[in-house]
């Protein structure tokens, strides 16, 4: 199968959303220090509304990686993604084990960010992270054996994720839409990328 085959090779970390606004119109970065494979997640933040090059952005340390200053962030991650909802920063990411999500709040001037928390344990892969109004969701994929994989979206109310299983091989739940690389699943047109899907806005 060439999908399974692009996955294993490419492992992109370079699938969902990484520039966010804060409420205060600064943006918010979340840079990876490899272009494929495991990579250090490092959160960067503008010191103004108008930043013009890299350097006009403040390290706000490492999420996933050595030194992290997110508890259990883990040892690296692929492809991620993140979100600003009101007072918080949503972040989450592959890691070694499956699915990882971590939020942030502002005190002061400081994050103070909540330990790490699995989504998913397993051969999980993050496609986006996103907001539905204020709702917050994530898209996933997972391989189940050689030959089926499954895609879905989790959203999180309150403190739990729910999960929906979208497609899976013999069991479409999902059409696909033009171009061929877009899936209508439950109403939302989500985009294929490889290893996950990113919804479409």
Same mark, same amino acid.
């Given at each position: 199968?060439?999908?399974?085959? *692009? ?5 992109? =970390?370079? @699938? ?21 494979? #495991? ?6 933040? $503008?010191?103004?509304?108008? =930043? ?8 706000? !340390? ?11 962030? %883990? #040892?690296?991650?692929? !492809? %991620? ?5 009101? @007072?918080?920063?949503?972040? $989450?990411?592959?890691? =070694? ?6 939020? +942030? ?9 909540? #330990? ?35 895609? !879905? ?25 033009? #171009? ?5 699943? +439950? !109403? ?8 996950? *899907?990113?919804?479409?806005?």
């Amino acid at each position: 199968m060439l999908n399974r085959l *692009l996955y294993e090779f490419y492992k992109s =970390p370079n @699938n969902g959303r990484q520039i966010a606004s804060l409420g205060d119109g600064r943006r918010v970065l979340l840079v990876h220090s490899e272009i494929a494979g #495991p990579a250090t997640l490092r959160l960067m933040v $503008a010191r103004h509304q108008t =930043p013009q090059s890299i350097a006009d952005f403040d390290d706000a !340390g490492v999420l996933a990686g050595r030194d992290s200053i997110v508890p259990d962030g %883990g #040892p690296w991650g692929f !492809g %991620g993604s993140m979100v600003v909802a009101g @007072n918080a920063i949503h972040a $989450a990411w592959t890691g =070694p084990h499956g699915i990882e999500h971590a939020r +942030a709040t502002w005190v002061g001037k400081r994050l103070h960010w909540d #330990p790490a928390r699995h989504i998913f344990e397993g051969d999980y892969w993050l496609g986006d992270l996103f907001l539905v109004g204020k709702q917050l969701a994530l898209s996933w994929h997972r391989t189940d054996d050689r030959q089926n994989e499954s895609v !879905g979206v989790v959203w999180l109310k309150e403190t739990r994720w729910q999960v929906q299983q979208l497609q899976r091989v013999g069991h479409d739940l999902c059409e696909t839409v033009r #171009p061929a690389t877009h899936l209508l699943c +439950a !109403g939302v047109v989500f985009t294929r990328f490889v290893r996950g *899907l990113a919804m479409s806005v």
